[in-house]
């Protein structure tokens, strides 16, 4: 089943993309429980082919228009159909827009040992500051309702800690729409859309990293590729190459993949996903949730 939760974010540090949820999560876990059992529910997580969507605009999925379009040019030299060429791989950018402005703060650092500021050193800070009128969400897809149901313990912890980085000066506010106190609401439209096992083209609506083993599995038709950089408080995560959110893939498995990564005796666990659904419920639907 396909579950939905709707969120409001003030601002954020990080890339509110999946494998940032599932690690927002996973830290949870290694807080509120002990080691044994934090690794234990992970894997109960896998196992039950739970999938985690990027935060999206709640009621609008991550494209603008798609369509198996051939580009065509009557130029008579290379170099103005290269131009043209040029002009309309612009023109068909998908939308990934979350409403977000990028702000940057002037900060200082503190001086560890002394507790004070450190003088005579500035830098500039960037965050992603949300529009508090908007509704954003994210889709979990899980056979097991008990790990939704410590996932939702886990993000009403996350309202209190918030999300990301930098939360002792605000960054990564986050309140959770319940209903009946529940965070996570079936969504069957959704469910309608999901593709488990096809061929077809589907919208990914996941940012998936490119492990070996996603690339094996999935046919990306139309993406865009970004790198994300980020660390842990004891260990510096190594940067990763994904596809955004919002891509056109093939695809004829929709499962969880999981890294470990090691280094000085720590280790962190980096996970990704595809989460397609149906292109041509989506046109049906307006592009609508």
């Given at each position: 089943m396909i579950y939905r939760a709707d969120l409001k974010i003030?601002?954020?540090?990080?890339?509110?993309?999946?494998p940032v949820i599932f690690a927002n999560i996973a830290k949870i876990y290694f807080e509120i429980l002990d080691e044994k059992e934090a690794l234990l529910q992970i894997q109960k997580l896998l196992s039950s082919n739970t999938l985690i969507?990027?935060?999206?605009?709640s009621e609008r999925f991550p494209i603008n228009n798609i369509k198996a379009e051939k580009f065509e040019s009557s130029a008579?030299?290379?170099?103005?159909?290269?131009?043209?060429?040029?002009?309309?791989?612009?023109?068909?950018?998908?939308?990934?827009?979350?409403?977000?402005?990028e702000i940057m703060r002037r900060r200082i650092q503190i001086d560890r040992n002394t507790g004070a500021a450190r003088e005579k050193y500035l830098f500039n800070d960037i965050e992603q500051w949300y529009d508090k009128n908007t509704t954003y969400c994210f889709y979990v897809h899980t056979s097991d309702k008990k790990v939704l149901e410590l996932m939702e313990l886990a993000l009403k912890v996350m309202e209190f800690t918030g999300i990301g980085?930098?939360?002792?000066?605000?960054?990564?506010?986050?309140?959770?729409?319940?209903?009946?106190?529940?965070?996570?609401?079936?969504?069957?439209?959704?469910?309608?859309?999901?593709?488990?096992s096809?061929?077809?083209?589907?919208?990914?609506?996941?940012?998936?990293?490119?492990?070996?083993e996603v690339?094996?599995?999935i046919n990306f038709v139309r993406y865009r590729v970004e790198r994300?950089?980020?660390?842990?408080?004891?260990?510096?995560?190594?940067?990763?190459?994904y596809v955004e959110r919002g891509s056109v893939i093939r695809a004829n498995v929709a499962r969880p993949y999981l890294r470990e990564y090691s280094k000085n005796g720590k280790s962190i666990y980096i996970y990704t996903c595809i989460f397609p659904v149906a292109l041509d419920g989506l046109e049906k639907e307006g592009k609508k949730c």
């Open positions: 003030k601002s954020s540090k990080v890339r509110l993309i999946s969507s990027d935060v999206l605009v008579p030299d290379i170099k103005t159909k290269r131009n043209h060429y040029r002009a309309w791989k612009k023109n068909k950018k998908l939308d990934y827009f979350l409403s977000e402005t980085v930098d939360t002792t000066i605000g960054a990564g506010q986050i309140e959770f729409l319940k209903q009946d106190g529940k965070i996570f609401k079936e969504d069957y439209k959704i469910e309608e859309l999901f593709i488990r096809s061929e077809n083209f589907a919208l990914n609506l996941a940012s998936t990293i490119l492990f070996e690339i094996k599995d994300y950089d980020g660390r842990s408080l004891e260990i510096v995560k190594p940067p990763y190459f």
